[in-house]
């Protein structure tokens, strides 16, 4: 049976929706700038509003959402869009003067080497604009997307649902990097004298054995010489710089270019057809004519269309 909306407080769904990303009374209220006594009092309206409990006390004050709270997350959330659009219909979003949050999930490529330019960009552009940063090396669940906790994903990412949108911005080359006077950089490195080196592996997707790399090595019959696998690049950069021994790492040129002009490093590329790793930014369809989701598309697009990031 439909329901009255002249007869509910849609202010109560702006209340769960803050509910039901920060599961706690306290900070829910604080978020919305009202007491924790009164946030307590919307949850007891919202309750009778939907006749679930919504929300049980979990540990460490967390409230843990019944399974009928969590079936209203993705409705809540494209709810809670469309009325966003219809406050903005005719108002033009401009960047010099607009304050805002903006939610970007980046993988630690993207932190270290485009996060450094789009900063510079927003301070003279968007000076009232705000990143939020998450760290993100895997597109796991769309609801992230869903709930606001992510308005854009920017990074390499292995596999994206099929219910986002997708926009490749560039490629990066991989290069084997190492220490200056590494012997193995005095001749030309092939396929078999890498897979015998000492190395750090990059982890980027959720199992080593997806990597372009690592399944080219494999299909050659030859065994990887791996004394670490490690989630993050700079992680495996400062393994090779700060260990004794003579490991080398496949890192993205973009990500270390700034070093290979450094006495203490040797290079040379990796002897694998097709290495490239693809750089691409993520959203939601409901985000994609929200304005200001609209604007940093548009600006991280066109930082890499005019290579600021090279």
Known sequence: MPVNLSRVNLNLLVALDVLLKEQNVTKAGQRLFITQSAMSSILKQ??????????????????VPTPFALQLRAPLAEFLGKAEKVFAVGKEFNPKTSEC???????????????????????????????????MNYIERVDVFENGEIDLAVGIFDEI?????????????IIILGRRGHPAFAHPIDLKT?????????????????????????QAGLVRKVVA????????LYAVVHTKENLVCGLPKRLI?????????????????GNSLNIVQVWHPRSSDHPANHWIRETIASLAANEVIK
């Open 194 to 218: 890498y897979a015998e080196l000492p190395q750090v592996v990059i982890v980027l997707f959720r199992e080593r054995a997806l990597h372009h790399t690592e399944q080219v090595i494999r």
């Open 161 to 173: 649902p099929p219910t986002l949108e997708i926009q490749n911005l560039y490629s990066d080359e």
């Open 229 to 236: 696998s490690v989630p993050h690049m700079l992680s495996a």
């Open 46 to 63: 919202l309750r009778g509003v939907f006749n679930d409990e919504l929300f049980v006390r979990g540990q460490s004050s967390k409230m």
């Open 101 to 135: 949050v903006i939610r970007i999930g980046m993988s630690d490529y993207a932190e270290a080497v485009f996060l450094p330019r789009l900063i510079d960009h927003l301070l003279v552009h968007a000076p009232h604009i705000e990143l939020d940063i998450r760290h």
């Open 257 to 273: 270019e700034s070093l290979l002009q450094k006495e203490q490093f040797a290079f040379a590329p990796l002897p694998v057809e």
